[in-house]
């Protein structure tokens, strides 16, 4: 049974960081593309990022580029999602999700196994 499992979401104040994990139980990851997501209450679920199998490409949406970066470890069988310069507007569930992709890419589309959520506050 393929299960991911999110941790690493917190309490931080407005400019802190934190580190996202996404561990696979029952499946390696290395044939899987990754994609975070977050939901923030009364909104959309948005993607935030994704990393393909290869971990060689990468997608941020806008509102993040700079601040956050995805990478993975294939050994740890995890994928990790790095938060820096945290602001209030980035409070939200944080999910990942894995995807099969015939070319080595990433979207914010096409991820059939999800995990939990990580829960994410930035404030002071």
């Known amino acids: 049974q393929l299960q991911l499992v999110e941790s690493g979401g917190g309490l931080v104040q407005p400019g802190g960081s934190l580190r996202l994990s996404c561990a696979a139980s029952?499946?390696?990851?290395?044939?899987?593309?990754i994609g975070w997501f977050r939901q923030a209450p009364g909104k959309e679920r948005e993607g935030v990022s994704c990393i393909s199998r290869s971990g060689r490409n990468m997608n941020y949406v806008d509102s993040v580029k700079g601040r956050f970066t995805v990478s993975r470890d294939a050994a740890k069988n995890t994928v990790y999602l790095q938060m820096n310069s945290l602001k209030p507007e980035d409070t939200a569930v944080y999910y990942c999700?894995?995807?099969?992709?015939?070319?080595?890419?990433?979207?914010?589309?096409?991820?059939?196994?999800w995990g939990q959520g990580t829960q994410v506050t930035v404030s002071s």
């Open positions: 999700a894995a995807g099969l992709f015939i070319l080595d890419v990433c979207g914010m589309k096409g991820y059939p196994h």
């Open positions: 029952g499946f390696t990851l290395d044939h899987y593309s």
